[in-house]
């Protein structure tokens, strides 16, 4: 390919790439294959490997892969990133209302979603990204620009090459996402965030690029800092304006001409709230014409065009009845409070978990101790604080057991854990969250076995590893608790359906410690094999963009293992499969069956019949009178010399390729 041609093939693959971004990431709405994605991906990262001239900072390829920093470096902002006054309820809506009307008379407010999250600013110059900051003090921030790439719904060129641009926006991350993530660092004895917007702003403030890039982190755009060659007159433009340019923008905002309706939305939002997929803690209200907010101005620290009416926190006071330890998966002990049922955030709570022995010495926590809890990320309750002043002297001191209660083994800390860990390697515990977790949704997702389920399995000698679920028949079901016929038969049918659910959810199944759901996708789309993965060693998995040292370790431990080994080929032997599933993209190959000998010069072996059997055809290890085409790379050897023989079609690499166009 002539370096002209590179580039508008490079400028070509670029301008795709980012349009599927868009779609997949900002309007949620993909329209191509994860494998024809992928095909284009590694298109572009080869032309750029080969013609490292057209390279640019914008390009898809760019967006994990940094180096982690020593430090981050300060930005300065042009403009003071300005902070808002905060309003908790209707009379202080009203005082705004008013002091504005003596400025500008009738006016017309725009109400929006206060993101929960980490504010950013972000510069393109000539529609390309170049910087992103935190807000610091609001005259100078942190540069994060090698972490906010990671944010795949951020774009990293605008619709219109404008001269400049600065947006403020806020980085966030979705409930779901820290809910994992909690879960994830629990198990690993790491310290867990306190709320999303923690989540977000630890996952931003990672010297390491590969770590953010991990933590699912999303955007939503809501102000134009400054800008050249483009201007809009009213805050409900700028809005418009920045979806336009490709940015994410909450679309739940609202143009109201009357305080008392703006009081009524903030409101109504108090509930509400919690049916968002992301932590809300206000609403904000702008006045939306440019021209009446630069009449008002703005003081030292914030406009005067705008408010944050903040809502009130959900905490809720209860009882500790008592305090009993959990055991996980990969054997932590999580100390979890039973409460006196209290209703937060919308529904009913229970329990709570007290995280660690640490958390409970230094909020001093104590059976019979009354408490204030609230929500973590709307979703897992934890206790805030005691409440001293109701203390009587007759609470109780929580003592961590020195064995485990499930197994009596040994409790051991480790070093620089925060964590208390069982250390028997047969654990009831551990096998049955082990087996808990291999068939949740994300996992291997079988319907119809609950916690209650696989207890039942493991107590009556059905299963000890989640291989032997494979082995079950309607038969051995039908004696358990409440298990009728017709249930037996569903769930035995769900257990036959999950061998086809694919790679990706295989490999996040297995429980591998730092191999999380997104981990899970990223190994099944580069090995496409269990076996492949299986056989990779720290290297080979340190050179894939966002893997980094302790996840790329824990693999290779995992595999060392012979019991992960034994467990894998039990998986095998029951018709689990250990391929990527390729998704078919066209029929281009349909009927043929495709022969590939040599080496060839863009994709490996695997993944050309990962490309053939996605478009319809069936790769095949030896040549005969039936083989449609043999693909013949460098060094072919005895295969081609049949080929020959027979009188099949050779083809290069480049002919198989233009044959899927
Ligand atoms: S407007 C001058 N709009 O809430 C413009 N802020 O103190 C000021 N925030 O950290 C910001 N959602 O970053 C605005 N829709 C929204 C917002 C929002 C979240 C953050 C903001 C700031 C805090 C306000």
Not at 177 to 202: D, M, Y
Request: glycine share 6%; net charge negative; aromatic share 6%.
């Amino acid at each position: 390919m002539s370096q002209e041609d590179a580039t508008k093939r490079c400028t070509e693959l670029r301008r795709a790439i980012e349009a599927h971004n868009y779609n997949y990431y900002v309007l949620d709405e993909p329209n191509i294959s994860d494998a024809k994605y992928d095909q284009l991906m590694r298109e572009l990262q080869q032309l750029e490997a080969e013609y490292p001239q057209l390279l640019t900072a914008d390009s898809p390829t760019q967006r994990v892969g940094g180096m982690p920093l020593k430090e981050f470096g300060t930005v300065h902002h042009t403009v003071p990133l300005l902070s808002l006054g905060n309003a908790f309820d209707a009379a202080d809506l009203r005082d705004f209302d008013r002091r504005v009307r003596e400025v500008v008379g009738a006016v017309e407010y725009v109400v929006e979603l206060k993101i929960d999250g980490l504010t950013v600013a972000l510069t393109y110059i000539d529609g390309v990204f170049t910087q992103a900051a935190t807000r610091g003090d609001g005259v100078t921030g942190e540069d994060i620009t090698q972490n906010m790439k990671t944010v795949h719904s951020m774009p990293l060129r605008l619709k219109h090459a404008l001269p400049r641009l600065e947006v403020r926006g806020e980085a966030y991350m979705p409930k779901h996402s820290f809910v994992k993530l909690n879960q994830e660092r629990e198990e690993n004895g790491e310290a867990t965030f306190a709320n999303p917007r923690n989540a977000a702003a630890g996952s931003l403030r990672q010297l390491d690029p590969k770590v953010t890039a991990q933590r699912s982190l999303k955007l939503f755009t809501y102000n134009i800092i400054s800008q050249a060659g483009a201007s809009v007159a009213s805050q409900s433009e700028a809005l418009r304006f920045l979806a336009e340019q490709g940015f994410t923008v909450n679309d739940q905002f609202k143009v109201f001409n009357d305080i008392e309706l703006v009081i009524a939305e903030c409101l109504a939002w108090v509930d509400k709230r919690h049916e968002l997929p992301f932590e809300i803690d206000g609403m904000v209200i702008k006045v939306n014409k440019v021209r009446d907010q630069e009449e008002l101005g703005e003081t030292a620290k914030s406009p005067r065009w705008a408010i944050a009416f903040k809502f009130p926190a959900q905490q809720e006071e209860t009882q500790i009845e008592d305090i009993f330890v959990r055991v996980g998966r990969t054997g932590v002990l999580t100390p979890t409070a039973v409460l006196t049922p209290v209703k937060v955030a919308g529904s009913t709570v229970s329990r709570a978990t007290l995280h660690n022995s640490d958390i409970i010495r230094e909020k001093d926590i104590r059976i019979g101790d009354y408490v204030l809890i609230q929500k973590a990320g709307d979703v897992i309750p934890e206790v805030v604080e005691v409440v001293l002043a109701k203390r009587t002297g007759a609470e109780k001191m929580f003592v961590m057991p020195t064995t485990c209660p499930e197994c009596h083994a040994a409790v051991v800390r480790l070093d620089n854990e925060a964590a208390h860990r069982c250390t028997g390697v047969f654990c009831p515990a551990k096998q049955r969250e082990g087996i808990i977790h291999f068939v949740s949704r994300d996992a291997m997702n079988i319907d119809g076995l609950g916690p209650a389920v696989v207890n039942q399995l493991l107590e009556s000698g059905l299963i000890t590893t989640a291989a032997d679920l494979y082995t079950l028949k309607v038969a051995d079901l039908v004696g358990l608790e409440r298990m009728g016929q017709k249930s037996a038969e569903n769930l035995v049918a769900a257990i036959s359906a999950s061998k086809q659910r694919g790679l990706a959810p295989l490999i996040f199944a297995l429980g591998i410690r730092h191999v999380g759901a997104r981990a899970g996708k990223l190994l099944a789309d580069h090995f496409k094999a269990m076996e492949a993965l299986r056989e990779a060693d720290e290297t080979a998995l340190l050179a894939i963009g966002e893997v980094g040292p302790a996840m790329a370790q824990s693999i290779v431990a995992y595999f060392a293992q012979p019991a992960s080994r034994e467990f894998i080929a039990k998986l095998s032997a029951a018709g689990v499969k250990l391929t990527q599933e390729s998704k078919l993209q066209s029929q281009a190959l349909a009927g043929m069956t495709i022969v590939i000998t040599g080496t060839l010069e863009r994709f490996g072996r695997k993944e050309i019949e990962a490309m053939v059997e996605a478009h319809g055809g069936k790769p095949s290890g030896s040549v005969s009178k039936k083989t449609n085409y043999v693909l013949a790379g460098e060094n072919a050897g005895s295969k081609l010399d049949k080929a020959r023989a027979l009188g099949v079609p050779i083809i290069s690499e480049a002919e198989f390729l233009a044959m899927l166009e």
